[in-house]
Nanobody, 114 residues
Framework: QVQLVESGGGLVQAGGSLRLSCVAS????????WGWYRQAPGKQRELVAQ???????NYADSVKGRFIISRDNAKNTVYLQMNSLKPEDTAVYYC????????WGQGTQVTVSS
């Protein structure tokens, strides 16, 4: 069974940075694409960044130029470096494969104060 465990969230001032981590177990991590999603209160979950098995990346327009997704196959971990954070980035952040095919983890809360 696939398990996803996110960490690294917290409270940060606008303009600050955070680095999120997600460890995946129960799966051959390296052959999969992975994405970071977020869900703000009262809003639908949205995909913010994605990385393929070959390392190609793409980003939502709202985070392009500020967020960087990366992966370490040896550690079964996908990262999200978030820079120049804005209050509108406040959300619970999750990782999952494309289309959220696995059971969601508990997520990690990111709160950006103005």
């Amino acid at each position: 069974q696939v398990q996803l465990v996110e960490s690294g969230g917290g409270l940060v001032q606008a303009g600050g940075s955070l680095r999120l981590s997600c460890v995946a177990s129960g799966i051959i991590f390296r052959i999969k694409s992975w994405g970071w999603y977020r869900q703000a209160p009262g809003k639908q979950r949205e995909l913010v960044a994605q990385i393929t098995s070959s390392g190609s990346t793409n980003y939502a327009d709202s985070v392009k130029g500020r967020f960087i997704i990366s992966r370490d196959n040896a550690k079964n971990t996908v990262y999200l470096q978030m820079n120049s954070l804005k209050p509108e980035d406040t959300a619970v952040y999750y990782c999952n494969a494309p289309f959220g095919v696995y059971d969601w983890g508990q997520g990690t809360q990111v709160t950006v104060s103005s």
